[in-house]
């Protein structure tokens, strides 16, 4: 039996119209119009309500198995789904084992099993010395690989120097799938620290200029070079810095296969707003001034910043050092899976963006970067019928009881946004409406 969802705003890959969504089984039957629902279909109609692919986030940690006290697959895929999402990739690292063999892969993958609420894949890492096991992880399903050119905040995942990198880039370049690369260089850093050692850690200006343009900078120009000698598909992740922009629209003018993502957090809060010991603020690369944000916005409108991932990296209260206030000893990380849609909206509004400029950087274009196009990230005849429901008028105050994940914990507390998520489907079923979720988790991983 088919089920058939009236809007008025439907956002498909040809723009926003009016129409019917409609559902048969697991799958997207067709966008048509109310004329042409079967007789025998289930009708919703969702009034001002508008209709959106459910959200692919690439960049979240959710840390199980080994760190499942710090966020889990229950939890994490819990708050997407409140959130919008209904595929999420998982970093290699922050779990134990970390995902840089194909024995740590399956153990993750065990671990998943009958905790999912929404769907999920695999990065692979790509660490100091596992260059033998990047083609292995690739036939075993990861959709790519993360590296660190930095060390990472974990000792077991390694962060890779040039000739390891180098080593690595032939097999990576042959599996044919994305590398993500964590773009900050040591050099830059140490320098800039030893010239702090006196200064007061619990100022936001002294953890600020502890991470320079100058460590993301090099490190895009490193990679887009080696970009072009071995041509691997080249993402940089979580980009803070807009003095990169003109470099990276260079490359891909030069048709080198470069990505690019940054964060809701750099795109709504900037350094002049963050107060002395506010931790829960503190992430690497850092959250640089107001003038470097509104070029990262200028950046997605023309095109250069492709996709905003959440890089969803949540710890234990007491990790984020709020007593202290010392943002050297802080935890670097921000959750932000139920809301960041909602935080989007808000600033998209400010800026004459679009319900369809959101779905491209939070649905296609992080499909397209996984490898699931096919499946996930749009609204279209055949893929499966992932979408939410969408007040964009509701507006709402973030409470400790709206963020689902394992610690309640968010530099987003207290803040006012507009945009609401009614309800998550995936694959027909509602995983989340209004406030409460399905019963029994329903989510699986997803391959190429």
């Known amino acids: ?27 997207i039957r067709d966008i048509c119009s109310p004329s042409e629902i ?44 409140a959130g919008g999402y209904t595929t ?26 009958g905790e999912c609420f929404i769907d999920w894949a695999p990065w692979g890492g790509a660490v100091a010395d596992n260059q033998l096991h990047i083609l292995p992880l690739a036939h075993a399903g990861v959709l790519g690989f993360k590296c660190f050119l930095i060390y990472p905040g974990c000792d077991g995942f390694t962060m890779i120097d040039r000739q390891q990198l180098e080593a690595a880039l032939p097999f990576i370049a042959e599996s044919r799938l994305p590398l993500l690369v964590h773009a900050e260089l040591a050099g830059p850093i140490d320098a800039a620290t030893q010239g702090l050692r006196d200064a007061d850690w619990r100022k936001y200006a002294t953890y600020l200029a502890s991470r320079p343009d100058q460590a993301e900078l ?58 002395d010991g506010a931790t829960l603020l503190k992430c690497a690369p850092p959250i640089r001034n107001k003038e470097n944000q509104q070029q990262l916005w200028s950046g997605l409108r023309d095109g ?107 530099p987003y507390l207290n803040q006012t946004l507009r945009g609401t998520v009614i309800a998550t489907h995936l694959r027909g079923e509602a995983v989340y409406r209004d406030g409460s979720f399905a019963q029994t988790p329903s989510g699986r991983e997803v391959t190429l």
């Open 218 to 275: 090099e490190a895009i120009r490193l990679m887009i070079r080696l970009c072009r000698q071995y041509g691997f598909r080249l993402h940089i992740v979580h980009l803070s810095t807009a003095l990169a922009l003109d470099e990276l629209r260079a490359a891909r003018a030069e048709g080198l296969p470069v990505t690019v993502e940054t964060c809701p957090h750099y795109l709504h809060f900037s350094a002049e707003v963050i107060a």
């Open 1 to 27: 039996m088919a089920h058939a969802y009236i809007s008025k705003r439907i956002v498909t890959p040809q723009g926003t119209r009016p129409g019917v969504l409609l559902v048969e089984g697991e799958k």
């Open 304 to 410: 250069i910043i492709d996709m905003i991932v959440t890089d969803h990296s949540p710890c234990p209260p007491a990790m984020k050092g709020e007593e202290s206030g010392r943002f050297d000893l802080a935890w670097g990380g921000i959750a932000s899976l139920s809301v960041a849609l909602s935080v989007i909206h808000t600033e998209c509004r400010q800026r004459d963006f679009t319900l369809d400029d959101i779905v491209r950087w939070m649905g296609s274009t992080p499909a397209a970067l996984a490898g699931l196009s096919h499946r996930a990230g749009a609204l279209a005849a055949g893929h499966d019928a992932n979408f939410i429901i969408f007040d964009s008028d509701a507006e709402f105050t973030v409470t400790p009881d709206r963020l689902h994940y394992r610690h309640a914990i968010s």
């Open 38 to 81: 079967p007789a025998d279909a289930v009708v919703l109609d969702c009034g001002d309500d508008a209709l959106l692919p459910g959200l692919v986030d690439t960049h979240v940690h959710i840390n199980q198995p080994g760190r499942t006290e710090w966020e889990g697959f229950r939890t994490g895929t819990r708050a997407a789904a």
């Open 88 to 113: 999420l990739v998982d970093m290699p690292l922050n779990c134990l084992p970390e995902t840089t063999t194909v024995d740590a892969l399956e153990q993750k993958r065990s671990a998943a099993q």
